[in-house]
Structure formats: C-alpha cells, structure tokens
C-alpha cells in the first residue's frame, strides 16, 4: 500500500489504512530522525543504568564465618576481576571493612545486607578502601571487591569494634 503525503503550510497529512488523516509537523526524515533519537536514548539510559549498578552482578560468594572472629585475607585479583565474601555480624556492633593493594590499581569495596540492599561503598581510585556499617539486627553481609588497572595483591580485613 503506498501512502501520498501532502504538504499544507508546516503540516503533513497522511492517510493511514483506515482512510483517516493523520496530521504532524514534521516530515518522514525528521519522523525517522525521531525514532532514531529515542532509540538511541532508550539504549543510552540501559547502558548508564548497567554502569551504575556494576556490584551487585553474579558473584557467588565465599562464606568466611563470623565477622568478629575474620583474621583477614590477602588475596592475587587479576586486572578486572571481582570476587565476593559473606560473613556474619552483631546487631548494633560497629565493623569496619578495609582493602589495601601492594600497587597502585583500583580497589572497590561494596557492602550489602542480608536483603542485598547497599550499605556502604567506596569507590574511590586507588587501592585502598574502607566501609563503617553498624548492622541494625543480626545477620549476614556481602562483601563484593572490584579490581582494575593491573593485577594486584589485596589485603581484605574486617574489624568490629569492642
């Protein structure tokens, strides 16, 4: 079925295939240029939301335990690799959560609860992190630790405090 258009002032008519008259102010080229635009903003939004939200991906985690008892760990990352920790903690007992690289990539250390909301981050350049969270009620935390710009060796501790 082909389709006449006809130009009146700034308007376009179109006849659709019921026989109604379909109105804008934009020709075919900028009709197109506008579904290429939301296109490429509908793409552009998933892209910045998967960038924005990059610790929560499909690491299974290692369980350490309880968090009082944690000594630490020194663990080899690979450039752009992550793994994940869980352990258990107090309610109302403050912990602090740290890693420290022996070079100088980018350490990020991401802490979430038990319902896997985000309690606390640091992502900051460099290798060296550090996380307060004091948990409300008893339970179990995850540690996600992201590492780039080379590999590294990383110290990952916990302390609570007394």
Do not use: W
């Amino acid at each position: 079925m082909v389709h006449s258009l006809t130009r009146i002032g700034p308007e376009v008519t179109i006849p659709n295939q019921s026989g109604a008259v379909v109105a804008a102010d934009f020709t075919i080229e900028e009709a197109a240029m506008i579904s290429m635009t939301r296109l490429v903003t509908a793409a552009a939004a998933v892209l910045a939301l998967a960038t924005l939200c990059p610790a929560q991906e499909n690491v299974k985690p290692t369980n350490l335990g309880k968090g009082a008892e944690f000594k630490g760990k020194k663990i080899e990352m690979k450039d752009k690799g992550q793994l994940a920790y869980v352990l258990s903690f107090t309610a109302g007992k403050e912990f602090e959560a740290t890693t420290n690289g022996t070079k100088n990539t980018d350490v990020h250390l991401y802490v979430y609860d038990a319902t896997g909301k985000d309690v606390g981050k640091d992502d900051s350049p460099g290798p060296k992190c550090s996380v307060k969270v004091t948990p409300a009620k008893d339970g179990k935390y995850k540690f996600v630790i992201k590492n780039a710009g080379g590999d590294n060796t990383v110290t990952f501790e916990v302390k609570v405090a007394e």
